[in-house]
């Protein structure tokens, strides 16, 4: 499931996607096609160690995710995250000096499902790929934006500069019974999102896992739990904005049955939505996007 917001004035628009509970995540393949970044560094001999995972290679949310490097040349590092929906986010610390050895950690955030992390230990900072200044760059969440950020790393390579690249997968998930979001970090979001219209933005999303049963549109009781959090900032705090409902299923059956599943699942969400929050249905639009 994945929750779009555009502010509009004092309205907002979300737009909720929503998926089995087998959703294998990042739906145009922003993963794979980064599996092309090659490393040219290959004397630095530059190794990773990954502190925070279960044996099962899961993370919990709000759990701390440490990456530890240690090369045998000093170098200088920036990682990049790509979520389970492809949202790709580069991050970097001006601060560091070049070091052989050092940390990387951060708390790990929804959404729900396998999240990779590239880590680029390179000769020279890494300047064409952030605007001035900056430690973070939203790099995008399509292969268009993958591609361009691949030919970026080449260019880079191609000027002088050595990369060595080294990737790590895990799941993210959550304790036992517990919910991807919570009220206040949604409405955190939505407020953001407000707040950056006047920057000519205002667009945001909040991707997220609605569990369905196999094959089915109805919502599982760890699902209703996670819509009861969505539900309650809508008919809290924000009751003005209209609700776009996005369904969605996975790649296996024909065309034309994942179409029409998906939009029986966000018909589900609606009629959840209404029947427990007493949302308007004029608020809630289904909207079916296939496999």
């Known amino acids: 499931m994945e929750m779009r917001l555009t ?23 922003v993963t794979d096609t980064l599996s092309a970044v090659a490393s040219n560094w290959k004397d630095a001999f530059m190794s990773l160690d ?8 899961e993370v919990n949310i709000d759990s701390p995710l440490a990456l530890r490097y240690e090369a045998s040349l000093p170098g200088y590092v920036c990682y990049l995250r790509v979520s ?3 949202d790709m986010t580069l991050t970097r610390d001006l601060k560091s000096p070049a070091s052989s050895q050092g940390e990387i ?3 790990i955030k929804p959404p729900l499902g396998t999240e990779l992390v590239v880590v680029f230990f390179s000769s020279a900072p890494l300047e064409p790929l952030f605007a001035q200044g900056e430690n973070t760059r939203a790099v995008g969440d399509d292969l268009p934006s993958a591609t361009a950020f691949i ?3 080449s260019d880079i390579q191609a000027s002088g500069t050595k990369i060595a690249a080294r990737r790590y997968k895990y799941l993210v998930t959550t304790p036992p019974g517990g919910t991807e979001y919570t009220t206040r970090g949604i409405e955190f979001t939505i407020n953001n999102a407000r707040q950056s219209k006047a920057s000519g933005s205002g ?6 896992h609605i569990q ?11 699902g209703k739990r996670d819509l009861d959090q969505f539900g309650d900032v809508m008919s809290r705090k924000v009751r003005d904005g209209a609700v776009v ?4 299923t996975d790649a296996m059956g024909p065309d034309d049955y994942n179409m029409t599943l998906s939009w029986r699942r966000a018909e589900a969400v609606k009629q959840y939505l209404s029947d427990s929050f007493g949302i308007s249905k004029e608020r809630l639009k289904a909207d079916g996007k296939g496999k």
């Open 105 to 107: 950690s951060y708390n």
């Open 245 to 248: 409902l996005e369904g969605h």
């Open 50 to 57: 990954i502190e925070g995972p279960t044996s099962e290679g």
């Open 151 to 153: 030919r970026q790393i």
């Open 7 to 29: 502010a509009l004035g004092m309205a907002a628009a979300f737009h909720l996607a929503c998926s089995q509970a087998a959703c294998a995540g990042d739906p145009v393949n």
């Open 212 to 222: 369905f049963e196999f094959d089915s549109d109805k919502v599982t009781d760890q």
């Open 203 to 208: 667009d945001a999303r909040i991707p997220s």
């Open 84 to 86: 389970s929906h492809g």
